[in-house]
T-cell receptor
Framework: EDKVVQSPLSLVVHEGDTVTLNCSYEVTNFRSLLWYKQEKKAPTFLFML????IEKKSGRLSSILDKKELSSILNITATQTGDSAIYLC??????????FGTGTRLQVFP | GAVVSQHPSRVICKSGTSVKIECRSLDFQATTMFWYRQFPKKSLMLMATSNEGSKATYEQGVEKDKFLINHASLTLSTLTVTSAHPEDSSFYICSASRGGRGPGELFFGEGSRLTVL
C-alpha cells in the first residue's frame, strides 16, 4: 500500500533554531516529492523535487530528495514565529495525484 | 499566482440534509480538479479526481453516491455531500491543475469546514 510518512509529528523550537523535517515515501509510479506549508487553511506550495541529490532553496528553506533512500528532508534555518505551521510532504503519481503524509506540526516560540 | 476559490468556507447543517461545496479556478482553466478530505490533526486524503465533462474517478473506499462530484465547466467543480451525517464532518479542500504542467502547478482552495449536527 502506498504511503508517505513524516517525522517528527510535532516539533517545538525557539526562534533562531534550525529544524529538519523528514519524509519517507513508498509510492507506486512515483514522479516527484512535494512540500507544502499549511497554516490555517489551504496548503501553500514550497518545493517540488524530482531529481535525487539536487537541493532546492528558497530563503531560509531548503529541501533535497534521496531516491535511493526514498526520502526527503526539509530544512528551515533561523526559524521565526511565522514559520509555525503544519508542513506536509506529498508524493505525486499518475500526473497530478498526490498522496500526503501525516504532516509535521512546527511551533516556533519567541 | 493562480487562485482557487472555495465556497462556502464554513457550513453547518442538520443530519440528513445535502450540502454543496464549490471549487472555482479564478484565473485559469482547470481540466482536472481534486477533492481532498482532512480530519483534525490528520493529513489530506484524496477523495476523487474531477475531470471536466466526464465522470469523476473516486479513490478506494470513497462512496460515489455519498459524495457527488460534478465538473460542469473548466473553472468549476462541485462536491455535494448527500444525506450528511455527523461522521461526514470534516475539512474539505479542492485543488486545481493548471494546464497539466505537473503537480508543481496544483493550486489549493481555502477549504470548506463542514459540521453536521
Amino acid at each position: 500500500e502506498d504511503k508517505v510518512v513524516q517525522s517528527p509529528l510535532s516539533l517545538v523550537v525557539h526562534e533562531g533554531d534550525t529544524v529538519t523535517l523528514n519524509c519517507s515515501y513508498e509510492v507506486t509510479n512515483f514522479r516527484s516529492l512535494l512540500w507544502y506549508k499549511q497554516e490555517k487553511k489551504a496548503p501553500t506550495f514550497l518545493f517540488m523535487l524530482t531529481s535525487s541529490g539536487i537541493e532546492k532553496k528558497s530563503g531560509r528553506l531548503s529541501s533535497i530528495l534521496d531516491k535511493k533512500e526514498l526520502s526527503s528532508i526539509l530544512n528551515i534555518t533561523a526559524t521565526q514565529t511565522g514559520d509555525s505551521a503544519i508542513y506536509l510532504c506529498a508524493g505525486s503519481y499518475n500526473t497530478d495525484k498526490l498522496i500526503f503524509g501525516t504532516g509535521t506540526r512546527l511551533q516556533v516560540f519567541p | 499566482g493562480a487562485v482557487v476559490s472555495q465556497h462556502p468556507s464554513r457550513v453547518i447543517c442538520k443530519s440528513g440534509t445535502s450540502v454543496k461545496i464549490e471549487c472555482r479556478s479564478l484565473d485559469f482553466q482547470a481540466t482536472t480538479m481534486f477533492w481532498y478530505r482532512q480530519f483534525p490533526k490528520k493529513s489530506l486524503m484524496l477523495m476523487a479526481t474531477s475531470n471536466e465533462g466526464s465522470k469523476a474517478t473516486y479513490e478506494q473506499g470513497v462512496e460515489k453516491d455519498k459524495f457527488l462530484i460534478n465538473h460542469a465547466s473548466l473553472t468549476l467543480s462541485t462536491l455535494t455531500v448527500t444525506s450528511a451525517h455527523p461522521e461526514d464532518s470534516s475539512f474539505y479542500i479542492c485543488s486545481a491543475s493548471r494546464g497539466g504542467r505537473g503537480p508543481g502547478e496544483l493550486f489549493f482552495g481555502e477549504g470548506s469546514r463542514l459540521t453536521v449536527l
